[in-house]
């Protein structure tokens, strides 16, 4: 996708997993699976980062 300039999380176009009227949370450096498993490439704290996303939402 990225070839074709469609800027994308490595599973899908950024843009389509965007739900109107919903709010959207996008970070630069992550991919799509690397929320759910680990990798290696990519350094993330899954659990800091649930934490951050339901503090996020509760705080509305």
């Known amino acids: 996708m990225?070839?074709?300039?469609?800027i994308?999380?490595?599973?899908?176009?950024?843009d389509?997993?965007?739900l109107p009227g919903a709010?959207?949370?996008k970070l630069e450096g992550l991919d799509h699976s690397v929320?759910?498993?680990?990798?290696?490439n990519i350094p993330l704290d899954?659990?800091?980062?649930t934490k951050a996303l339901l503090l996020t939402l509760f705080s509305k």
Do not use: C, M, Q
């Open 2 to 6: 990225l070839d074709h300039g469609i």
């Open 46 to 49: 899954r659990t800091k980062f």
């Open 16 to 18: 389509s997993a965007a």
């Open 23 to 25: 709010d959207l949370v």
């Open 8 to 14: 994308n999380d490595g599973l899908v176009p950024v």
């Open 35 to 40: 929320t759910v498993k680990v990798s290696k």
